[in-house]
């Protein structure tokens, strides 16, 4: 499992060793090249400067340069050479025979078996060389390295240590929070409180708006569970009591009247399932619709209205369609269904009998879609009472589940929708108007 606190631990030591390494690298290579320019200026400058003691013809006295027991420990870090004619005429203790760099006509410097040689060419067929042992340049180097980075060395495991700390303690109120939330109980949905850290604000905003949610939910699903279970309570008790009326009663015209409203009671029954079933499925936010779903007005109302003519027919309705043309409006097919069949069902069971007309009309990035009946229109307290769950009109006509309205709200919240009552005018039937987000036949809007 990935921890933050590993991570971070691992990336910030890694860091610490890496930059360790990385100063280490640059200092001794920084102050080898120091050293080296400023060694190779004295090896040129004492060379020119010992040229002027030897004169022409006159080798200087190999004794002066003579070391004593003392000093012999010195011949490994510097010698030098006197040729003459191709010949050594004087040289350092355990010099080789040899010249320690080739003999040109010209100045010359030159690194080689572990010597930093210069060669200064003089008159009379002369050379002087000196040489500096490469050993004793790097010994200098590592020991001033080293004196720069023991410290850091030694540093090192308090680095560690505050690192630890201080990683531990910018932690802890991730960790204060990840505990509060492991000791909640379920019925626990308060907002979350505590320090205010800046880093942790944007996630405790997101969790209470999350809390808050659950909680208008939960409160949601308890009250539907309580009004779903009290309806059908109440229809389960109207079945049972026309079905022990059909058993009890000997009246055969009577025991058949009863078994047609027990039949009738089982059709309620199947509608409010069914609409308990959908509008359990559309109360959680299911966020916007899908890119490209879209639905045709004229063949919605055309399908829908070829489906409910038997409900037409059983209130003595009549179902038209006004609209000839297609009228796309982005919602999906089944949704736009769900809609329109719940309002024309709500217009056959609670209005005169007439006619129900389904009109749509394309205004500005809109469609307007009526369903126009022969009643008087619902007032605004009918319209806030009815969009209710479980309130149903009072005009006897059918037996609904009082749930249409609120599965319709919660369609076209989901889509960008909204639902408007006009009342009965002179010449402008009554009709419940639907606003949806025009589109077309590619579902593009």
């Known amino acids: 499992m990935f921890s933050i606190r590993r991570f971070l631990l691992g990336s910030l ?36 400067l010992l040229a002027g003691f030897w004169q022409e013809g ?17 011949l490994r870090y510097f010698v030098y050479q006197l040729w003459r004619d ?3 005429v004087a040289a350092s203790g355990n010099t080789p025979s040899t010249p320690l760099i080739p003999l040109l006509p010209t100045p010359h410097y030159q690194e080689i078996n572990g010597w930093h040689g210069y060669s200064l060419p003089l008159s009379g067929e002369r ?49 204060v929070l990840a505990k509060s939330l492991s000791q909640r109980s379920p019925d626990n949905l308060a907002p979350l409180g505590g320090k205010p850290v800046r880093e942790l604000e944007p996630v405790k905003k997101a969790l209470n708006h999350l809390l808050a949610r659950l909680e208008v939910g939960i409160e949601r ?27 009890n009663i000997n009246d055969e015209s009577q025991r058949e009247a009863s078994l047609l409203r027990l039949e009738d009671a089982v059709g309620r029954a199947e509608r409010m399932l069914e609409q308990l079933l959908v509008l359990a499925r559309l109360d959680p936010s299911l966020g916007p619709p899908k890119e490209g779903s879209c639905a045709d007005v004229l063949t919605v109302a055309r399908e829908t209205v070829a489906s409910l003519v038997p409900l037409g027919d059983r209130f003595h309705q009549q179902l038209e369609v006004g609209l000839s043309s297609p009228v796309w409006v982005a919602i999906p097919h089944e949704a736009l269904q769900l809609v329109l069949r719940n309002l024309i069902d709500n217009a056959c069971r609670y209005t005169p009998a007439g006619i129900v007309t389904i009109n749509a009309a394309l205004e500005g990035g809109s469609v307007r879609v009526e369903v126009a009946d022969s009643g008087e229109g619902l007032s605004h307290s009918q319209q806030q009472r009815y969009s209710e769950r479980f309130s149903r009109g009072g ?12 599965i319709v709200g919660a369609i076209l919240a989901l889509y960008g929708g ?3 009552y006009r009342q009965y005018q002179a010449g402008c039937p009554a009709a419940a108007i639907v606003t949806l987000p025009a589109s077309d036949a590619k579902g593009t809007l």
């Not at 006159?58 to 010195?74: K, V």
């Open 86 to 88: 191709g010949e050594l």
């Open 395 to 406: 005009s006897g006509k059918g037996e609904g589940a009082g749930l249409g309205l609120s």
């Open 13 to 48: 030591l890694l860091v610490i060793l890496a930059g360790g390494l990385l100063l280490a690298v640059f200092t001794y290579r920084t102050a080898y090249h120091e050293l080296d320019e400023q060694y190779d200026a004295e090896l040129v400058q004492s060379a020119h």
């Open 127 to 175: 050379w002087l060389i000196l040489a500096e042992s490469d050993k004793t340049r790097r010994s200098m180097v590592q020991n001033l390295a080293a004196s720069v980075l023991a410290p850091y060395l030694v540093s090192v495991p308090f680095i560690i240590a505050l690192v630890w700390l201080s990683i531990h303690w910018g932690l802890s109120p991730l960790v």
């Open 221 to 247: 699903e308890k009250r539907f569970t309580a009004d779903a279970a009290h309806e059908l309570r109440t229809l389960l008790m109207v079945l049972r009591l026309h079905a022990e009326n059909a058993r």
């Open 418 to 420: 909204s639902l408007e």
């Open 58 to 74: 006159y080798p200087p006295d190999a004794s002066l340069a003579a070391l004593d027991a003392n000093e012999t420990r010195y």
